[in-house]
């Protein structure tokens, strides 16, 4: 049973930066695809962004292109979500998700194991 663990959320104002970061304890992520989703109160829950496992290939939801950074650590033991000139409408509990698998992310419409969540809130 893979153990996913959030860390670095809280409070930012509109424009400013927050990094995520999703770790297993005593494994590394290299085989595993790890994908960061969000859902806001009310709301479904929406994938953010991807990373694959054998080519380090990435995806992101329109909403963040160009603004937000899936990467991999050196050590392969955690993957991280910079998110940068966060939005109003952003707050959101994030989620990270792993599956153990080569296919690239394009290909993953479901993942195995999640995480607890983490709260990131965007206020003034």
């Known amino acids: 049973q893979l153990q996913l663990v959030e860390s670095g959320g809280g409070l930012v104002q509109p424009g400013g930066s927050l990094r995520l970061s999703c770790a297993a304890s005593?494994?590394?992520?290299?085989?595993?695809?790890i994908a960061w989703y969000r859902q806001a109160p009310g709301q479904e829950r929406e994938g953010v962004s991807c990373?694959?496992?054998?080519?380090?290939?990435?995806t992101y939801a329109d909403s963040v292109k160009g603004r937000f950074t899936i990467s991999r650590d050196s050590a392969k033991t955690t993957v991280y979500l910079q998110m940068n000139n966060l939005k109003p409408e952003e707050p959101a509990v994030y989620y990270c998700?792993?599956?153990?698998?080569?296919?690239?992310?394009?290909?993953?419409?479901?993942?195995?194991?999640w995480g607890q969540g983490i709260q990131v809130t965007v206020s003034s």
């Open positions: 005593g494994v590394t992520l290299d085989r595993y695809a």
């Open positions: 990373i694959s496992s054998t080519t380090s290939s990435t």
């Open positions: 998700a792993a599956r153990h698998t080569s296919l690239p992310c394009r290909h993953l419409y479901a993942f195995t194991f």
